[in-house]
């Protein structure tokens, strides 16, 4: 009798696309540091698979329109940082782009991003940070301070580790799931993935 072997389904490698949006970093007058630190972030935090597809590109909305649909409809990324290009002034385009080219507009990324960042700086107020769908792509704008990333991401902790208020990362792998992703995992030390019980998958 020929013994059967069960095999588990392999987690599909996530692809995440980094956008670098800078008129000074694309014309190489400084050192970009957006794309490093969500690179190191994601290194990090997530436990599944994934590879990155990077983009440092000037703050042109044509430009951003273009790299956001290629990154979305050509390579096929489930999620899309960007990174840089989200305040008041006359060449910040970031947000504008994102929500010229979506299908589904998610604000609640952006009011808790905002909310993250007033418990640090007051000029939060001024972000105008978007998270929209596109296909089966989510896209986020994120702020362009590596500590400010960090910060969005992860939320804000207490003195003893406790999350005081979530960040936006927790929401991202059940979002990804609803619209048709890979299975993103993160170690639960840096941010714990919130998922209904019907939507954990059994290890």
């Known amino acids: 009798m ?6 588990l389904p392999t987690t599909e490698e996530a692809v995440i696309g980094l956008v670098s949006i800078s008129d000074r970093a694309a014309s190489g007058a400084y050192e970009d540091k957006g794309i490093p630190a969500l ?4 290194d990090a935090a997530l436990t599944s698979p994934w590879r990155q597809e990077v ?3 000037p703050d042109d909305q044509a430009t951003i329109e273009r790299t956001l649909v290629e990154l979305c409809d050509t390579v096929g990324c489930d999620l899309v940082l960007t990174t840089g290009g989200t305040g008041p002034a006359p060449r910040d385009v970031t947000p504008e782009a994102t929500l010229a080219v979506a299908d589904k507009l998610m604000p609640g990324f952006g009011e ?5 960042s007033l418990h640090f700086v007051p000029t939060a107020i001024l972000s105008r940070q978007v998270g929209v ?3 089966k792509s989510l896209i986020l704008n994120l702020p362009g301070q590596p500590k400010s ?5 992860e939320g804000v902790k207490d003195a003893d580790g406790k999350q005081v208020v979530p960040g936006i990362f927790a929401a991202v792998p059940y979002c990804i ?3 048709g992703g890979p299975y993103l995992e993160t170690d639960e ?3 714990k993935a919130f998922r209904p019980k019907s939507a954990v998958r059994q290890k």
């Open 2 to 7: 020929t013994q059967m072997t069960l095999e």
């Open 39 to 42: 690179a190191a972030w994601l």
């Open 55 to 57: 983009r440092l590109i």
């Open 112 to 116: 808790q991003m905002r909310q993250v």
């Open 133 to 135: 769908i596109r296909g």
């Open 149 to 153: 990333i960090k910060e969005t991401l």
């Open 177 to 179: 799931d609803l619209i």
């Open 189 to 191: 030390a840096m941010v």
